[in-house]
């Protein structure tokens, strides 16, 4: 691969009216990620030198994602939307002092592969000036059409409302991803002008002005969901199926055995090991990570980032989870452990072997190796103010339906009798019982009945 240093140019100043949100469009999400992230993500897995996001005006919210995502990239404010080669001219600081390929590519399109980027620089490596990534298109109304020699060689981009009948008929489209391998390219797209269909600064006729300096234009190819654009929730939707279909067959390809891919829904950045079993229907929000042969069982809702915390979620090797189980950020499950179902566990480490098996919630608290929790067990880890910490040993035992209340102790070995409330702490080895004296009565319930059964009083 190129050994030239390689500037990445991340156009994301459209406003996305159509997306009708108070959110601009690049914040919205595909994979749990920002479809910015995904092209910052993509540009930092090319090696790029040095990346230039061009924004728009009052994108403070962008400029924080590029931040937080990609703290290195310079950011450009492009003031008025004049078209996609004005876009470009926004970052001309970068550019200009730049020595090396560059690549244009747009922030609302997130699906784009590494591969294909690394054939268009592959191209300019080849010699080309420019190199455009092109696609079939299986409608191509609306896009910039490839308008190649005899050659195969890139002659011009036509924008389709500038475009004769018969280069409509071409269907070889521009995604709008663009290479450049040229000297003074600031001052090649200075030379662009707006006298076309829409007043615009158009960038693919750099191809033109290029050709004209006797440069060599080349085209790349991919499939079109590669080059998806998102303007609209619809297509916001596409992208993600798209997305969600390929990381399934990532996953399998992997060793993920999936028996309904189609019901399990990924994030970004979704991790497994080998010979992990995943039944219908289960949601992986974003910083899970799976260890090797655990099984998910089906309707489970498991996510490591959250609105609040980003504490992330580990699944240790040969643990089984659900049905319907909810596991939230923080949690660290060891080897072998089970979460049967209705089980809510949060912020909690449960250390190799313990079990928690139906309708309990675990939060904040260490729950040593080997322990037992049992049904109906609730962890009281807030008291409207804060949030406590309950601390299990090794090997207890809690009898079903208790509540314990944090903070608290219980020491390794010990017991919890049933239907215990516990709110000090339990020494190891120790029973701990917390419940009123069972009373009997013996033939109560007989004389109870014949008393009902007589006659009504009155
Ligand atoms: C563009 C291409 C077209 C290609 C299509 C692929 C141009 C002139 N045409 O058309 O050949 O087939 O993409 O989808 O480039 N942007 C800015 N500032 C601007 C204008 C645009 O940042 O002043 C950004 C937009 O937010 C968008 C991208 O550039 O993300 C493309 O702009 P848009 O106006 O949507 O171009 P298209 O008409 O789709
Ligand atoms: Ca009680």
């Not at 309707?299 to 490591?304: K, P, Q, R």
């Not at 049905?323 to 566990?345: C, M, S, W, Y």
Request: hydrophobic share 40%; aromatic share 6%; charged share 20%.
């Amino acid at each position: 691969m190129s050994d030239r240093s390689l500037l990445i140019v991340i156009l994301a100043a459209g406003k996305g009216t159509r997306m009708k949100s108070a959110q601009p469009k690049v914040l919205h999400k595909v994979a749990g990620r920002s479809m910015l992230g995904h092209v910052l993500a993509l540009s930092a897995d090319m090696g790029a030198t040095s990346i230039a996001v061009v924004v728009g005006p009052g994108m403070d919210d962008v400029r924080s994602e590029v931040g937080l995502l990609a703290p290195d990239a310079r950011i450009f404010e492009q003031s008025e939307q004049k078209g996609t080669g004005d876009a470009v001219l926004a970052a001309r600081d970068s550019i200009a002092s730049h020595n090396g390929d560059v690549l244009v590519l747009y922030a609302d399109t997130p699906l784009t592969r590494k591969a294909s980027l690394e054939a268009m620089r592959g191209a300019l490596d080849e010699g080309a000036g420019v190199c455009v990534l092109g696609f079939e298109a299986a409608d191509p109304t609306g896009y910039g059409r490839l308008l190649t020699g005899s050659d195969g060689a890139l002659m011009a981009i036509r924008e389709h409302k500038d475009a004769s009948p018969e280069e409509l008929s071409v269907s070889l489209c521009n995604s709008g991803v663009m290479g450049f391998r040229i000297d003074d390219l600031a001052g090649l797209l200075d030379r662009i002008g707006n006298d076309n269909a829409k007043g615009e600064y158009y960038l693919p006729d750099a191809v033109e002005i290029a050709r004209g300096e006797g440069l060599h234009a080349s085209v790349v190819t991919c499939p079109e969901d590669e080059v998806l654009g998102v303007n609209s929730r619809g297509q916001l939707a596409t992208a993600e199926a798209i997305w969600q279909q390929r990381a399934r067959g990532d996953a399998m390809a992997a060793g993920v055995t999936m028996v309904a891919p189609e019901t399990v829904w990924l994030s970004y950045d979704t991790a497994f090991g080998c010979d992990v079993v995943v039944e219908p229907n289960v949601y992986f929000g974003p910083g899970v990570r799976v260890e090797d042969n655990v099984h998910i069982r089906a309707n489970c809702y498991l996510e490591g980032f959250d609105g609040k915390s980003r504490a992330g979620l580990r699944i240790g090797r040969g643990t089984s989870v659900g049905p319907f189980a909810r596991l939230r950020p923080g949690t660290k499950l060891g080897q072998d452990v089970h979460i049967g179902n209705f089980v809510e566990v949060k912020n909690a480490s449960m250390e190799d072997g313990a079990k928690a098996n139906h309708l309990t919630y675990v939060g904040d608290a260490r729950v040593g190796p080997g322990a037992n929790i049992g049904a109906g067990t609730i962890f009281c880890n807030y008291d409207g103010f804060s949030k406590n910490r309950v601390d299990v040993g090794a090997g207890v035992f809690i009898g079903s339906n208790s509540a314990l209340v944090a903070p608290l102790m219980i020491g390794d070995g010990a017991y919890v009798a049933a239907g215990s409330t516990i709110t000090s702490d339990v020494e190891g080895d120790a029973l701990a019982i917390e419940r009123s004296a069972q009373a009997e009565k013996p033939q109560w319930a007989a004389h109870y009945r014949i008393k009902m059964s007589g006659p009504k009083p009155g």
